[in-house]
């Protein structure tokens, strides 16, 4: 079983910033690709950063110059640096993985999710 836990959401004022952390934690052999997702109710889950074992990043539109992805392979964690932060950023925001497990059966996990509130 492997599970991913959330941190660091929570509420800011515009143009703050957050740090966001997701760690794996379970029978992990690997873990691949990492993300971060978000969604606002009533909409579709969106992609907002993504980041592979090796480093390569990809960005939404929405978010680059903003947002920062990075990963610590050591403590199978991954994390979003947000600043210059927008009420439009207010969102559920959720991390994913593919996490090879100890016999080496591929999954994708979700994590349950950490609200992002921009507002003054």
């Known amino acids: 079983q492997v599970q991913l836990v959330e941190s660091g959401g929570g509420l800011v004022q515009p143009g703050g910033s957050l740090r966001l952390s997701c760690a794996a934690s379970?029978?992990?052999?690997?873990?691949?690709?990492m993300g971060w997702y978000r969604q606002v109710p009533g909409n579709q889950r969106e992609l907002v950063a993504t980041?592979?074992?090796?480093?390569?990043?990809h960005y939404a539109d929405s978010v680059k110059g903003r947002f920062t992805i990075s990963r610590d392979n050591a403590k199978n964690t991954v994390y979003l640096q947000m600043n210059s932060l927008k009420p439009e950023d207010t969102a559920a925001f959720y991390c994913?993985?593919?996490?090879?497990?100890?016999?080496?059966?591929?999954?994708?996990?979700w994590g349950q999710g950490t609200q992002v509130t921009v507002s003054s």
């Open positions: 994913n993985a593919d996490v090879y497990d100890r016999s080496y059966r591929l999954y994708n996990v």
């Open positions: 379970g029978s992990i052999f690997s873990i691949g690709a």
């Open positions: 980041i592979t074992r090796g480093g390569t990043t």
